[in-house]
């Protein structure tokens, strides 16, 4: 392969390098056991933002789709959050600021963009806590999170399948979105 060869086949990997995306594996975490479930009820929240609303929304179709009806009194009781931030910005619980040394370990590192990355990276983060009613225990707690570029559809409800999923103690297999 001569020089223009070359020229051309570098030429063709900077384009295509600089239109990739991020495509990172959905991360999880989870501590508790898998639940043996007919019904569950969701905590009501009077706040619930847009985002929220699509989260609660989703993970009610994830248990429906698994014949588990949601009812207020049930024995299992869930909550959720979910947040969308930038990817380069790191959770530290018991931070007070920017310059204020971390009091506990990291619950999500920041991300580092990558220098073939044409975007700007966020982070998609949902949480799914169930609790026993009679007692308050926690039964099962996941986090699992995404990084996407900015401003592309938020995946919300891969994040609800895999959080259900998990709770449910199914085997989920590795899933990029």
Known sequence: MGRPGILGLAGAMAASLASCAINDPLALDRAGVPQNLETIELV???????????????????FGRRGIGIAEGSKAVADLAISLRSAETAIIPGAQSQTQESTGPIKSDGREGKWFESCDGE????????????????NYRGSVQSDQCRGKPVPVAVLAERLVGDALGEVATETSE
């Open 123 to 138: 982070r998609l983060r949902a949480t799914l806590a169930v609790f026993d009613r009679s007692s308050g225990a926690l």
């Open 44 to 62: 009501a929240s009077e706040d619930d933002g847009a985002l929220r609303s699509q989260f609660r929304e989703a993970v009610v179709d994830a």
